[in-house]
């Protein structure tokens, strides 16, 4: 009877426990801004090489991502909403434009943990707790499965790795470290 009673209260106690893409999002959107440093290794499928480079960003939630490359490269790019929203094919638009562009959609989407953005392109897997999570997201149309294979998400507090893997075999794996949020900016 013992052994029944403790099984019905695990049973009604595990909703309570459960961390859905809602509470996620909550927890990522509870910082409002964030500065780290990156490791990013781009493995190149056709000639079985990876580059490595690395760099420090800094992320305001609304306004902009700053990522600058500092090995072996200096290079700063600034991501803003203004590039995210403007993601599609534009008239005038270069293929370098664009791709800028969504790169700005994706990566303003994922640091912010706006799951309902993403779902409108991918079908979204969450897996682990609070302490210990990962997005699987996998793009939902053809034209997009042709470039990206998917891409994965995860982390604890905050985001800590990203993994992009392209349809022709190459990924992009970015490692986060010595994540601080801005000050002000966390509750």
Known sequence: MRLFVLLMLGLLSSPALAFD?????????????LSGRFVQTRHLADLDTDLESRGHFTYQRGKRVVWALEQPVEDRQVFTPADARAADDAPGDTGSDRRRRQIAALLL????GDWQALERRFSLTLSGDATAWQVAL??????????????????????ERLRLETADGDTLTVRFSDLQPLAGSDP
């Open 138 to 159: 996998a793009p939902r149309q053809a034209a997009l499965r042709e470039r990206l294979a998917g891409v994965t998400l995860a982390g604890g507090r905050y985001v």
């Open 109 to 112: 989407n994922l640091l912010d």
């Open 21 to 33: 893409l809602a509470d996620l999002q909550h927890r990522l959107g509870a910082t409002q801004g």
